[in-house]
């Protein structure tokens, strides 16, 4: 991470550097710094990270941004930008299936899938602990959506499904009593199941932004 080296050896920029002071404004190479609360998980407290890809989420009624960070103890997150509320974001874990067999009863895990399906129960593994909620609630059952590999804020995918380069997935949103941990589920159509631990944060998580220019 280049970048990284670098950003602190500069006196002083040779050009004007970009206005950047908002997750929304994120571009490749820009890096963040999150704040040391104890809201955020313990990988990411007063940590860098820099935007190493940019994608997008796109559903009926809305398409949203995720980035994906990389920090400098090669740590990754994701963080995204549903819904309209520019006050806060989402920051996600991926989780392997040995960290969701860790977490999960699998035989439990799979009924979030089956109709009738109200609560999940988790168990605690240290690795994972800022993490997840000891229980999870059904909000969003199998919703269709597109993951495009493309950063598409400025333009919109093509609305022609033989032209649309984005992979069409089934996607299933459980959350906490507060609300504030998530857990997302999206399974693409050969059956590939992608599994993150999410939490809901403000703004003021991040306390610093470095563009890339």
């Not at 006050?87 to 899938?113: A, G, I, K, P």
């Not at 229980?135 to 995918?157: C, E, L, W």
């Not at 906490?176 to 939490?199: R, S, W």
Request: zero cysteines; hydrophobic letters at 35%.
């Amino acid at each position: 991470m280049s970048f990284f080296k670098n950003l602190f050896k500069k006196s002083a920029p040779d050009t004007p550097t970009r206005d950047l002071n908002h997750v929304s404004k994120l571009i490749l190479g820009d890096i963040i710094e999150f704040s040391d609360s104890f809201t955020l998980p313990s990988e990411v407290r007063r940590q860098k990270f820099e935007v190493i890809a940019i994608e997008t989420l796109e559903f009926e009624h809305q398409r949203y941004p995720r980035f994906k960070l990389q920090g400098e103890q090669q740590t990754y997150v994701w963080l995204s930008l549903p819904g309209h509320d520019h006050n806060n974001f989402q920051l996600s874990l991926e989780l392997t299936r040995e960290e969701v067999s860790q977490l999960f009863d699998l035989e439990l895990f799979s009924d979030v899938f089956e109709d009738g399906f109200t609560e999940l129960s988790s168990e605690l593994p240290v690795s994972l602990g800022d993490w997840h909620a000891d229980r999870y609630y059904q909000k969003n059952m199998a919703t269709v959506g597109y993951h495009h590999r493309a950063d598409f804020r400025s333009s919109a995918p093509s609305q022609y499904s033989d032209e649309n380069p984005g992979r069409q997935f089934e996607f299933y949103h459980l959350h906490d009593a507060k609300e504030n941990k998530l857990l997302d589920i999206m399974v693409h159509n050969n059956g590939d199941t992608d599994v993150y631990l999410t939490v809901q944060l403000g703004n003021d998580s991040i306390t610093g932004y470095w563009p890339i220019a």
